[in-house]
């Protein structure tokens, strides 16, 4: 059975890590198999901006949305894996891709119902941040984006099989180096097809 991987990316630059780590995560997973739908939401023009066609309408689940929100749910329905890479920007998701969730992960389409459509599903998240793992975790800031993406976003529609992997100091002080870019690249690439290990 052909297995299909709806891999999101969003960098508004091709060259940067996000971007790079992206193609290596497309890669990987179709040596494992998996067909790959890439949306990269800059390429496509992907408006993350709610329009009032698109805003939920809480008495009526069954309201039909715009046509790119309907095409957008019909991939991510369409997918056995979920991944998505970012970059952490402000602690959190960068604007494009929280409107891109405010958008198409809707009332009605993606969670509102008895039973979710999106129930069974596999999702990945892997985001690129800046700060070394000592500061980002010293502020707690990775249990608040870890819960928010996997209990608020995931959960929430009905996704129980997630991961949300973190990469830290993709810039550090300021610049990448050859070796220290590609540690970042083999670790994004990893996460997409690997669980981590809990160690209790």
């Known amino acids: 059975m052909n297995k299909t991987a709806l891999l999101v990316v969003s960098h508004p630059r091709a060259t940067s890590l996000t971007q790079r780590a992206a193609v290596r995560a497309r890669r990987r997973l179709e040596r494992e198999g998996y067909s790959v739908d890439l949306l990269d939401l800059y390429a496509e023009g992907f408006d993350p901006r709610m329009p009032l066609e698109d805003e939920p309408d809480w008495g009526y689940r069954d309201k039909v949305y715009s046509a790119e929100v309907r095409r957008h749910m019909s991939r991510i ?75 608020g976003i995931s ?18 002080g300021g610049e990448v180096t050859n070796r220290h870019a590609e540690d970042i690249l083999h670790a994004a690439e990893v996460a997409v097809v690997t669980k981590p290990v809990n160690i209790a």
């Open 155 to 172: 959960e929430f529609n009905g996704i129980e099989d997630v991961d949300v992997r973190l990469i830290y100091g993709t810039v550090p």
């Open 77 to 151: 329905e369409a997918a056995d894996l979920i991944v998505v890479i970012f970059p952490i920007w402000w602690f959190g998701l960068p604007a494009m891709l929280k409107g891109w969730i405010d958008r198409v992960w809707n009332y009605g389409l993606s969670y509102g119902r008895r039973e979710p459509r999106l129930r069974g599903k596999r999702m990945v998240w892997v985001g690129l941040g800046g700060y070394s793992e000592q500061h980002f975790t010293g502020g707690g800031w990775d249990a608040t984006l870890t819960r928010t993406l996997k209990v």
